[in-house]
């Protein structure tokens, strides 16, 4: 158990997709929950349902039917304006690819996201905590696969989002380029405070989480606390 607040959970979450005459169930009665402060590992096979809840939780997707709570705002009846002005406030993504506009510079593929807060930190501070100072002035196509990755966490997470949710962040990436890219989430989950989410098929990923879920089939099949987190120095894939 937990005493940190419940920063955002879903009840009963459904998604269902027709593809011709067939209804595909990407999530059936999915309780989920996120609390303050932790982060969060939804382990799961490609096809399992975590790429869809996160894009749900974070405002992306809507579902058929359940509901889903963000504090005390019901996300499930928002509109699409009410849905983005969600995402822009409160949410920051990280992909598998990293999205990054390759004619922009690391400073100005931040800037796109702090340039419409006023609240933002400015490009430079957030790619300093990437460890990125010296690559401000760099297009994506000079910066490595983990520094560009590293680059799309520092937008990410210069709006000072509420919660963080990353999407295979380490997908593309080998073993020490992908625990870098694990260290800056950790860092931020625990100098911020932001409340993380990290999806992956990689189970050595999970022992970094406060709490890990395991998806199968569109359902919950799993979910544990740890007794603590693990080291970066002991992840191997």
Same mark, same amino acid.
């Given at each position: 158990?937990?005493?940190?607040?419940? !920063?955002?959970?879903?009840?009963?979450?459904?998604?269902?997709?027709?593809?011709? %005459?067939?209804?595909?169930?990407?999530?059936?009665?999915? @309780?989920?929950t996120?609390? %303050?402060? /932790?982060?969060?590992?939804?382990?799961?096979?490609s096809?399992?349902?975590?790429?869809?809840?996160?894009?749900?939780?974070?405002?992306?997707?809507?579902?058929?039917?359940? %509901?889903?709570?963000?504090?005390?705002?019901?996300?499930?009846?928002? @509109?699409?304006?009410?849905?983005? /002005?969600?995402?822009?406030?409160?949410?920051?993504? !990280?992909?598998?690819?990293?999205n990054?506009?390759?004619?922009?510079?690391?400073?100005?593929?931040?800037?796109?996201?702090?340039?419409? =807060? @006023? =609240?933002?930190?400015?490009? /430079? =501070?957030?790619?300093?905590? !990437?460890?990125?100072?010296?690559?401000? @002035?760099?297009?994506?196509?000079?910066?490595s696969?983990?520094?560009?990755?590293? !680059?799309?966490?520092?937008?990410?997470?210069? *709006?000072?989002?509420?919660?963080?949710?990353?999407?295979?962040?380490?997908?593309?990436? =080998?073993?020490?380029?992908? *625990?870098?890219?694990?260290?800056?989430?950790?860092?931020?989950?625990r100098?911020?405070?932001?409340?993380?989410?990290?999806?992956?098929?990689?189970?050595?990923?999970g022992?970094?989480?406060?709490?890990?879920?395991?998806?199968?089939?569109?359902?919950?099949?799993?979910?544990? *606390?740890?007794?603590?987190?693990?080291?970066? %120095?002991?992840?191997?894939?």
């Amino acid at each position: 158990m937990t005493d940190h607040p419940i !920063v955002l959970r879903t009840h009963k979450l459904c998604k269902s997709y027709q593809m011709g %005459e067939l209804t595909v169930k990407a999530l059936q009665d999915v @309780d989920f929950t996120l609390f %303050e402060g /932790e982060l969060t590992v939804l382990l799961g096979a490609s096809g399992s349902g975590k790429s869809t809840l996160l894009n749900i939780i974070g405002g992306l997707d809507v579902p058929s039917s359940g %509901e889903v709570w963000y504090r005390d705002q019901a996300l499930s009846g928002l @509109d699409n304006h009410g849905l983005t /002005e969600y995402r822009r406030h409160h949410v920051g993504f !990280v992909f598998q690819f990293y999205n990054l506009i390759p004619s922009l510079t690391a400073r100005e593929n931040v800037a796109l996201v702090t340039d419409i =807060d @006023d =609240d933002a930190m400015n490009p /430079e =501070d957030a790619l300093a905590m !990437v460890e990125l100072s010296d690559r401000l @002035d760099h297009f994506p196509a000079q910066l490595s696969g983990g520094e560009q990755q590293r !680059v799309a966490i520092a937008r990410a997470i210069a *709006r000072k989002p509420q919660i963080l949710l990353c999407d295979e962040p380490t997908g593309a990436l =080998d073993l020490e380029t992908g *625990r870098k890219v694990l260290q800056v989430i950790t860092e931020v989950n625990r100098e911020f405070g932001t409340t993380t989410a990290i999806i992956t098929h990689n189970a050595a990923i999970g022992s970094l989480g406060d709490v890990v879920v395991q998806m199968s089939s569109g359902r919950i099949v799993k979910s544990q *606390r740890n007794p603590q987190r693990a080291s970066l %120095e002991s992840i191997r894939w």
